[in-house]
């Protein structure tokens, strides 16, 4: 009962807390073709740093809070090692959120899941991650030795899964 209240507040407080209108065009787009994203280094759920490895293939992006419900509601049903099996990586933005909300409830609802959730909580950080993409769909970028060679979006748990199973 605890997990659904604490995910219907989250979802709740990232609807009223969205960064549509987000001026970002001091912003220099991180997610172009032909630029790296090798030796990014997020926190993950638990406040344990993680560099992208070298052999990362591709990065899910969930910018919005319907993209990571998508995402995490997959991922649950899957190993725990599922992301890593495929040299995938997960990165959810939560920076929209404020900080009180995030440490009192998105941070903790986090925790739940096994696998790994790397977080994008500050905005200014985020903003380059952001810009020009489409924020309200999962956003695949797919890698070669940490250099960006493709850009996909994605709405459903089944594309997902075919995105990451995908040779």
């Known amino acids: 009962m ?16 969205s960064s549509k209108s987000e ?11 032909g630029k790296s994203l090798a030796n990014l280094t ?13 052999d990362t293939k591709k990065v899910i ?8 419900h998508t995402c995490n509601d997959f991922f649950v049903t899957q190993k725990p090692s599922y992301l890593s099996d495929y ?45 020009d993409v489409n924020t309200e769909k999962i956003v695949v970028v797919y890698l070669d030795k940490g250099k960006i060679t493709a850009i996909k979006t994605l709405n459903t748990a089944k594309e997902l899964q075919a995105t990451i199973e995908a040779k």
């Open 2 to 17: 605890f997990k659904i209240l604490s995910a219907a507040l989250i979802a709740l407080f990232l609807v009223a807390c």
């Open 23 to 33: 001026d970002l065009s001091h912003v220099n787009a991180k997610l172009v073709v």
């Open 42 to 54: 997020f926190n993950d759920q638990f406040g344990k740093p993680h560099t992208l490895p070298s």
């Open 61 to 68: 992006f969930a910018f919005s809070k319907d993209a990571a």
């Open 87 to 131: 040299k995938t990586v997960f990165i959810a933005d939560v920076s929209a959120a404020p900080s009180f909300i995030r440490s009192m409830f998105i941070m903790p609802g986090l925790k739940d899941y096994r696998h790994i959730v790397l977080i994008l909580d500050n905005k200014a950080e985020a903003a380059p991650f952001r810009k």
